[in-house]
């Protein structure tokens, strides 16, 4: 989503410096939207234009004409910051300890402006400096690729791997006990999850339990309204568990799924904080208990999260304000610091503006460069040097089975949907789309009739190749007919042969001539007219004895 604005501001840096000082149509948008331009008028002056992009440290900011073009995104500044580190590598053809030294500094000098703590930031260097040296050359990958991939992934870790889901209850209601010091959005939490869990088809109640600000309750009974769920109260006299046990015990006699318990922020953990907390806890059993933190505050959210954790035991985290110009620090470091899981972001002040924490979203956004890593994931899979010298080998000495082929004919399927990479890989751009559209509907076709050979049969495939009934208990599991598993035993000897035929041709080589294939296309129609004629030995010496039998075998 992106939304324009134009901010008309004074040409003089005196008035510029003013009006930012105030910027608050910026911020306004800011907070609503994930992706912001707006121009600026007014930055003619180096000195103006300083002056403009002050408020705005994590946005793009860029000259136009008389004014400037600020672009907001979230973690903007992590981004632009990570960005420099690879530029720094263009044009190396591997990555060494000595080329990535200087970005790595860049990827460190980053990650601190965005507020990671310092030995979060040294175990991440370490961890992607190790991994980025240890990985193979992958043929068409430029090694600046390859570091943002090993960065994704180190960052994807970082921030727990795997999305962490809300828990729920295996009998009577689930309470979600929502903690956090003044201010860092609770209440709207509650708003919004009650919002996010209805949407799952959940019922829920509210229970205001912060009788510290009366406003609270209000602004609970308000949002409550807004969402359609009921919101227990009992004023500001009770104590904060005696409401929260009531309000559960009114859930049950509802059959409510779900009770959200709102409870009191301080400025700052304090002991009476932690005590209520702890009282609400004993008298409710909450399934999950989770901390509210602010993005803006950095490491210090994940800190807090370390100390709640300590004092009362929380299951989660829920990080709000990540819309606008938060920096990153507090959503890359939580789960390193903490040991919990970040379960929620929020990026709006609205209720829809909640949605579950994805740790590999969030890696791509920060490096802004999801086409790169799914170009290097999917070259990855094609083009794993470890795996083309295992399938070498294989083919080399007459191995190649069904589980390779299989792998094969999936890998070019795969492809397909990534047309671009074929002419980047170099050798690769022989094969047409045609072939690859082709091999993407037969994959599917082949799948069936692979899986339901023994583990023995796909090992080697000669055993099909020989016995008929092997061949018809095959199509039979597979639904399909004789003739197409007698087609598909015969493909994956034409591939062997072919594939043979390709290695012997570029021994000595070091990429593949995929200009081979056609030859040795043409090679294997000889390959059968010779298997007919009984002509092979004298005229396919370089072929193995073996798969020559077997291919008359199969045609037995
Ligand atoms: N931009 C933005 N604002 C938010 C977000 N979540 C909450 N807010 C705003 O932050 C302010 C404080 O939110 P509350 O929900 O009242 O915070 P609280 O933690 O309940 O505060 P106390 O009851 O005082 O402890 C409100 O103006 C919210 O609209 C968010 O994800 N993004």
Not at 37 to 58: C, E, I, M, V, Y
Not at 91 to 110: F, H, Q, S, W, Y
Not at 280 to 285: E, F, Y
Request: overall charge positive; charged content about 30%; aromatic content about 4%.
């Amino acid at each position: 989503m992106e939304a324009t604005a134009t901010l008309t501001l004074s040409s003089s840096p005196a008035g510029a410096r003013r009006s930012p000082a105030r910027p608050t149509v910026a911020s306004l948008h800011l907070r609503r939207v994930p992706t912001l331009s707006f121009h600026l008028r007014g930055a003619q002056s180096p000195a103006a234009f300083r002056a403009l992009s002050s408020p705005f440290p994590g946005c793009r900011r860029r000259r136009r004409g008389s004014g400037m073009v600020v672009r907001a995104e979230m973690f903007g500044q992590l981004t632009t910051g990570l960005e420099s580190a690879w530029n720094k590598l263009r044009g190396v053809d591997r990555l060494t300890k000595e080329n990535i030294a200087e970005p790595m500094r860049d990827i460190r000098r980053a990650l601190l402006e965005a507020d990671v703590s310092v030995p979060v930031a040294r175990s991440f260097i370490e961890s992607v400096t190790e991994k980025a040296i240890g990985t193979d050359v992958i043929r068409g990958v430029q090694p600046e690729q390859q570091l943002v991939k090993v960065v994704n992934d180190e960052l994807v870790q970082l921030m727990g791997g795997e999305v962490s889901d809300l828990v729920f209850a295996k009998t009577g209601p689930t309470v979600i006990l929502l903690a956090g010091l003044q201010g860092v959005g609770k209440t709207t939490v509650c708003a919004k999850l009650a919002f996010y869990l209805k949407k799952m088809g959940k019922s829920c109640m509210l229970v205001a339990a912060d009788v510290y600000r009366p406003a609270a309750i209000d602004q609970l009974t308000i949002l409550g309204k807004k969402v359609g769920v009921p919101v227990y109260s009992e004023g500001t006299e009770a104590k904060p568990s005696e409401i929260a046990k009531n309000g559960l015990k009114e859930a049950k006699s509802k059959k409510t799924d779900v009770v959200i318990v709102d409870t009191a922020g301080r400025l700052q953990v304090d002991k009476a904080m932690m005590n209520e907390l702890k009282e609400v806890k004993k008298a409710v059993k909450p399934t999950e208990i989770l901390l509210v933190v602010d993005a803006m505050t950095g490491q210090e959210a994940a800190a807090l999260v370390g100390a709640f954790n300590v004092e009362i035991g929380i299951t989660g985290a829920i990080l709000t304000k990540l819309d606008g110009d938060s920096r990153g620090g507090a959503a890359l470091s939580i789960k390193e610091v903490s040991g919990k899981p970040i379960k929620f972001i929020g990026r709006g002040e609205r209720v829809e503006d909640l949605e579950p924490f994805y740790p590999d979203r969030m890696a791509q956004r920060i490096l802004g460069m999801g086409d790169v890593l799914s170009f290097v994931e999917q070259a990855q899979q094609v083009m794993n040097q470890e795996d083309a010298e295992e399938l070498q080998k294989k083919i080399m000495s007459a191995k190649f089975n069904f589980n390779d082929f299989l792998k094969q004919t999936k890998a070019i399927a795969q492809m397909g949907s990534f047309s671009r990479i074929i002419g980047m890989i170099p050798g690769m751009n022989k094969v047409t789309p045609a072939q690859i559209r082709e091999a993407e509907k037969n994959v599917k076709f082949m799948e069936s009739m692979i899986n339901v050979m023994t583990a023995d049969e796909r090992e080697r495939p000669e055993l099909l190749a020989e016995s008929r009934e092997r061949r018809r208990r095959v199509a039979k599991d597979a639904g399909k007919t004789e003739q197409q598993v007698s087609q598909l035993v015969s493909q994956l000897f034409q591939m062997r042969t072919r594939m043979q035929k390709m290695m012997a041709g570029m021994q000595g080589k070091d990429t593949p001539d995929m200009e081979n294939l056609a030859e040795s296309i043409k090679a294997e129609e000889q390959v059968k007219a010779a298997v007919a004629t009984g002509k092979r030995r004298r005229k396919y010496g370089n072929l193995r004895q073996r798969d020559l039998d077997s291919m008359r075998g199969y045609r037995r």
